[in-house]
């Protein structure tokens, strides 16, 4: 059974920051990636980014290129998102989320979900 836990959401005002941490616990793959999304009321869960166990390949969305982070700290078998020059638009519940693949976009290739952290983004 693989747990993972989420945590580092809150209140923040635009253009600040905060680091989001994923703790993974159980049996995770020795392989695959550790991907976050979020989802804002009335819309659909989207990709944010990935990072790979091993091999650090990173993944970012778009929306968040040069302004969020992902890192990984694989003794600790936790992953991290630091997102700077925060906006109005990432106010959304952040969710980690494991896959057996390398790069993956669609929410539906990930296996186990953590129970998400909010992130409000106050003006």
Same mark, same amino acid.
Do not use: H, K, P, T
């Given at each position: 059974? !693989?747990?993972? !836990?989420?945590? =580092?959401g809150g209140l923040v005002q635009a #253009? =600040?920051?905060? @680091?989001?941490?994923? *703790? +993974?616990?159980g049996r995770t793959?020795? /392989? #695959? *990636? !550790? =991907?976050?999304?979020r989802q804002a009321p009335g819309k659909e869960r $989207?990709?944010? +980014? /990935?990072?790979t166990w091993s091999g650090g390949t990173l993944n970012y969305a778009d929306s968040v290129k040069g302004r969020f982070t992902i890192s990984r700290d694989n003794a600790k078998n936790t992953v991290y998102l630091q997102m700077n020059g925060l906006q109005l $638009?990432?106010? +959304?519940v952040y969710?980690? *989320?494991?896959t057996r693949w390398?790069?993956?976009t669609m929410?539906? @290739?990930?296996?186990?979900? #953590?129970?998400g952290t909010q992130v409000t983004v106050s003006s």
């Open positions: 059974q !693989v747990q993972l !836990v989420e945590s =580092g #253009g =600040g920051s905060l @680091r989001l941490s994923c *703790a +993974a616990s793959f020795s /392989s #695959g *990636a !550790v =991907g976050w999304f $989207e990709f944010v +980014a /990935s990072i $638009e990432d106010a +959304a969710y980690c *989320a494991l390398s790069i993956a929410s539906s @290739r990930y296996d186990y979900w #953590g129970q």
